[in-house]
């Protein structure tokens, strides 16, 4: 389903064909026909639309970070109401993106890997770090939007103790009846490791249904 802004503006482009176009009849049926369609679409999405509790666990209700927007259906609609949204490809970068509830994905297919002190595990920082001053193929460290990130095999497990940890392949949270602990020691490393993960695994998804089907 298109966002609120993207129906308001088709239903301004349909008012405008209804009170400007062609004087023919049936022409202006079926500008109303669609005018209708999107209304009905608009009206729909501020009815289902309500931010809810992601855990669906009472005990974190009041917990807001867990919270956000969704549009409520039935499991009879799915196929025919879910919008089919797209994978974008970035041309400058070879990144592949999507974007859900405002959240957005890039990222590609990495590898994983068994050792922590492997190359291309952790970002590269240094200003300077070009053909120049520093050969990026021979870096260590992995550069975005130029290297195939490597993913130690523990990033994918989330950590238990506070000490002795990869704090750029760390996992904090992962189990719904630790998440209000857990998620107070993650940091923005954590965040930015499962923006790449979920594309990693998504992309990989992509693959394996088209494989299976």
């Known amino acids: 389903m298109p966002n609120k802004k993207e129906l308001i503006d088709e239903i301004k482009n349909e008012l405008i064909k209804i009170t400007n176009g062609d004087s023919n009849s049936e022409c202006i049926n079926e500008n109303i026909n669609s005018l209708y369609l999107k209304v009905v679409k608009l009206k729909e999405y501020y009815e289902n639309k309500k931010k809810v509790n992601l855990t669906n666990t009472e005990n974190l209700n009041n917990k807001e970070y867990c919270k956000d927007n969704v549009i409520i259906i039935s499991e009879y609609d799915i196929n025919h109401k879910i919008t089919n949204a797209p994978i974008y490809l970035i041309k400058e970068t070879n990144e592949y993106c999507f974007k859900i509830n405002n959240k957005l994905f890039i990222g ?52 238990n103790k506070i000490n002795n940890y990869d704090i750029e392949n760390s996992r904090f949270i992962g189990s719904v009846s630790t998440l209000s602990e857990d998620i107070l020691k993650s940091t923005d490393y954590e965040k930015k490791l499962r923006n790449k993960q979920l594309v990693h695994d998504f992309l990989l998804y992509n693959i394996l249904d088209n494989y299976l089907k």
């Open 108 to 159: 590609n297919i990495g590898n994983i890997v068994n050792k922590q002190n492997g190359n291309k595990i952790k970002k590269c920082n240094r200003l300077y770090c070009n053909n120049t001053f520093f050969n990026k193929k021979q870096c260590k460290f992995y550069h975005d939007k130029i290297d195939v990130r490597n993913f130690p095999k523990y990033s994918w497990t989330p950590v």
